[in-house]
C-alpha cells in the first residue's frame, strides 16, 4: 500500500486498508469472478475462480448460453537431441494461500523437475539425481522426481520455473505469458 499511495498521490487517501483480509473482501466485491477469495484466512485455504464449477447448471457465458466446441490441432514439435519441454505447474499453490516446501498434490519437493520414467531411465538418472534445466533466459537447478508424464516433457513448480520462461512470449489477445519452455538439461556430477 505504501508503494502504491507512492505511485498514485492523487489516490493516496483513498488507498488504506487495515489488513489483508480487507484487500481480499474487496476484490471480491469489485471483481465477481473472484468471489471466495474474501474466505481466505489462514495457511491451505484455497478457491476456484468463478466458483467451485466452472459453468455450473450448464451455463455457460455465450451469447445462446450455450457451450462452443472447435477441434484444435496443436503443432507437431520436433525437439532437438537433449531437449525438453518444461511446463510450470501451480499445483495447490494455485488461487491459495499456500507456498509450501512440498506440493500436497504430487508429494514433490519445491526443487523437483517432475519427469516420466522413460526419460529417467533413458539418461541414466535415478529418483533424486541433480540436474540443470538451461535456455537462453536462464537456468534452473533441482532434482529429479518421477511423475506419470509423457516422455520429453518436464514439469517444474511456479514460480521457480519463471526464470526459464521468455516474458516476451505472450499470446495475442489476452496478453497471457507462456507457461512453457525449451530447455536443456544436465546432470549434476558430484
Known amino acids: 500500500m505504501e508503494l502504491a499511495r507512492q505511485v498514485r498521490l492523487d489516490l493516496a487517501d483513498k488507498l488504506q486498508f487495515d489488513e489483508t483480509a480487507a484487500i481480499r473482501q474487496e476484490i471480491a466485491q469489485i471483481i465477481p469472478q473472484y468471489a471466495g477469495i474474501q474466505h481466505l484466512k489462514e495457511a ?30 496443436p503443432p ?25 516446501k512440498k506440493d500436497a498434490i504430487t508429494g514433490a519437493v519445491r526443487e523437483a523437475v517432475l519427469m516420466s520414467r522413460e526419460d529417467i531411465s533413458k539418461l541414466g538418472l535415478k529418483e533424486g539425481d541433480g540436474v540443470i534445466l538451461k535456455n537462453d533466459f536462464g537456468e534452473l537447478k533441482g532434482h529429479v522426481y ?26 495475442p489477445e489476452v496478453d497471457i505469458p507462456n507457461y512453457n519452455a525449451l530447455v536443456c538439461l544436465e546432470k549434476v556430477e558430484g
Open 44 to 73: 491451505g485455504n484455497q478457491f476456484q475462480y468463478g466458483g467451485s464449477h466452472l459453468c455450473f447448471g450448464w451455463n455457460f457465458p455465450t451469447p445462446d448460453g450455450k457451450a462452443h466446441f472447435s477441434v484444435l490441432s
Open 76 to 100: 507437431k514439435q520436433e525437439l532437438p537431441e537433449g531437449y525438453f519441454l518444461v511446463t510450470t505447474r501451480r499445483g495447490k499453490q494455485f488461487n491459495s494461500m499456500v507456498q509450501e
Open 146 to 171: 518421477t511423475a506419470p508424464m509423457k516422455p520429453g516433457n518436464l514439469q517444474v513448480h511456479w514460480p521457480e520455473g519463471n526464470v526459464l520462461l521468455d516474458t516476451n512470449k505472450r499470446s
